[in-house]
C-alpha cells in the first residue's frame, strides 16, 4: 500500500519560511519523480515544484521560482519543499505526488500517487 505523508505546515507570517516534508512508503522511491501542488480555498489545484528520481532535474512554476527549493533524500525516501519569502497568496493545502513515469511535470495526470496535505498559512 502506497502512502504519502506531508508534515511541516502551520502558520508563518509573510517573508517567513517552512519547510514541508513528504515520507514516502509502500513504492521504489528512487524510481519515482516527485512533484509538490497546492490549493486554495475555491481555486483549482495547482503544480508548484517537482523534481526527477535522481534529483538532476527540477522544475517550478513561475509564481514560487526562486523562492522554493525542492529536494530529496532517497535513503530516506522523503522529498522536501523549501519555501522562502512566503507570501500571502501561498496559502493552500499543499500536496506531494509520486509519478512513476520519471520525468519532471506540471500535470495533475502524470502522478500516480497523492498525499493527504498539510496546511500552509500565510498572515500578512
Known amino acids: 500500500q502506497v502512502q504519502l505523508v506531508e508534515s511541516g505546515g502551520g502558520l508563518v507570517q509573510a517573508g517567513g519560511s517552512l519547510r514541508l516534508s513528504c515520507a514516502a512508503s509502500?513504492?521504489?522511491?528512487?524510481?519515482?519523480?516527485m512533484g509538490w501542488f497546492r490549493q486554495a480555498p475555491g481555486k483549482e489545484r495547482e503544480f508548484v515544484a517537482a523534481i526527477t528520481w535522481s534529483s538532476e532535474h527540477t522544475y517550478y512554476a513561475d509564481s514560487v521560482a526562486g523562492r522554493f527549493t525542492i529536494s530529496r533524500d532517497n535513503a530516506k525516501n522523503t522529498v522536501y519543499l523549501q519555501m522562502n519569502s512566503l507570501k500571502p497568496g501561498d496559502t493552500a493545502v499543499y500536496y506531494c505526488?509520486?509519478?512513476?513515469?520519471?520525468?519532471?511535470?506540471?500535470?495533475?495526470?502524470?502522478?500516480?500517487?497523492w498525499g493527504q496535505g498539510t496546511q500552509v498559512t500565510v498572515s500578512s
Open positions: 505526488a509520486g509519478n512513476a513515469r520519471g520525468y519532471v511535470s506540471g500535470r495533475n495526470d502524470v502522478y500516480d500517487y
Open positions: 509502500g513504492l521504489t522511491f528512487s524510481s519515482y519523480a
